[in-house]
């Protein structure tokens, strides 16, 4: 157990929908990190925040947007869904900007239909 | 570019040695890592290696870098079933970023 909490498990929704993807940094850590698993495009980084503010973007589509709060949880937002969004969805977490130790939850499988 | 590339599959004997190789692109990256994913789960840290480290033991586990040829490996001693996996080696690059990149995963499967 990497001490990193995702919820939910699984979640199924229709295209055109919107879903919440939530994630808990394992206690202390600042840095939090989302990352898409799907198989056609392998494990891809999507956005980082630290200490509540953006800190890197990789290949997040412009329907999807991240935040972290105060309380240092972070919370992934997919909209306008697709079934090209049908994947897995990973938090990481590490104590500091740049640390080199990324902590995984065990994620979110989105599947759109 | 950045770009790590994986072999997809590799099949040993219980018992048996097994050696997990990785290839990457970006002579910046700092640190290299070795992930293991078993079905169902999520990404769970093994070890890493920092640029300026050619070997590094842990237990079971022995990770070798050639920085030259931008080679990485993962040597599994005495592999188990329970060692079976997929396998990624990733790399954090020099940089304002601190994402990894992952390579393709290599599926170890271990026969009793």
């Known amino acids: 157990d990497s001490g990193v909490t995702q919820t939910p498990k699984h979640l199924i929704t229709a295209t055109g929908q919107r879903v919440t993807l939530r994630c808990s940094p394992r206690?202390?850590?600042?840095?939090v990190y989302w990352y898409q698993q799907s198989l056609d495009q392998g494990l891809q980084f999507l956005i980082q925040y630290y200490n509540g503010e953006e800190r890197a973007k990789g290949n997040i589509l412009e329907r999807f947007s991240a935040q972290q709060f105060p309380d240092l949880h972070s919370e992934l937002n997919l909209s306008s869904l697709e079934l090209g969004d049908s994947a897995l969805y990973f938090c990481a977490s590490s104590p500091i900007d740049g640390a080199y130790e990324q902590y995984f939850g065990p994620g979110t499988r989105l599947t759109v239909t | 570019g950045e770009d790590v590339e994986q072999s997809l599959f590799l099949s040993v004997r219980e018992g048996d040695s097994s050696v997990i190789n990785c290839t990457y692109t970006?002579?910046?990256?700092?640190?290299l890592y070795w992930y293991k994913q078993e079905p169902g789960a999520g990404l769970q840290l093994l070890t890493y290696?920092?640029?300026?480290?050619d070997m590094k033991q842990d237990q079971r586990l022995t990770v070798l870098l050639n920085k030259k040829d931008k080679h990485l490996s993962l040597r599994i001693a005495d592999t188990q079933t329970g060692d079976s996996a997929i396998y990624f080696c990733a790399e954090k690059s020099h940089g304002a970023t601190n994402k990894l990149i992952f390579g393709t995963g290599t599926l170890l499967a271990v026969q009793p």
């Open positions: 970006d002579s910046s990256s700092t640190y």
């Open positions: 290696i920092f640029s300026n480290m």
């Open positions: 206690s202390g850590d600042l840095s």
